[in-house]
């Protein structure tokens, strides 16, 4: 599933964390894990990666990311404030400067909530905080898995490399 597309936006959101002397943490859940892979993918990776976990469930929210019950009842999966908390939770948990998050529906079917396949939220907090929603109107889960991948490193290259 790794494009070059990906690899590209791994190495810049590295270079831009070395640059800085910066760390990022991340909270994935329909990625599976993929958002992490890449950015440990790039050499040197110690120098910026603290961690990731994919939590695709709320005992994973809770346990790993010690996401507050009361956040996870007032915020629904795979909204834009739910992925705010999550990249919250991925950056105070390990004391890193940015938390990543990622949560949605990949498919072949939506989730419990509405969403159709191919919808997922993407968010990062830290100097800055964005949330952005991803709709790919596909239900091919491999390829939202990579599409959301991309989409969530994009947005925390274009965060980093901003002045």
Do not use: Q
């Not at 790794?2 to 943490?25: M, P, Q, V």
């Not at 990543?100 to 509405?114: C, D, H, I, K």
Request: proline share 4%; net charge negative; aromatic share 4%.
């Amino acid at each position: 599933m790794a494009s070059s597309k990906i690899d590209s936006l791994a190495l810049e959101i590295a270079n831009c964390l070395r640059d800085r002397g910066e760390t990022i943490s991340v909270a994935e859940s329909s990625a599976g894990g993929l958002v992490s892979a890449a950015l440990l993918a790039v050499p040197g990776a110690s120098a910026y990666f603290l961690g990731g976990s994919v939590v695709y469930t709320r005992p994973a929210k809770s346990a790993l990311l010690a996401v507050p019950d009361a956040i996870l009842d007032e915020y629904r999966s795979a909204s834009e404030p739910h992925a705010l908390a999550l990249a919250r939770a991925a950056r105070d948990r390990l004391g890193a400067d940015w938390g990543l998050a990622e949560t949605g529906a990949a498919g072949p079917t939506g989730n419990r909530y509405g969403d159709a396949a191919g919808h997922t939220c993407i968010a990062i907090a830290g100097a800055t905080e964005i949330v952005r929603t991803v709709e790919t109107a596909d239900d091919d889960r491999a390829a939202n898995m990579g599409r959301f991948t991309e989409a969530t490193l994009a947005l925390a290259a274009e965060i980093l490399k901003a002045p």
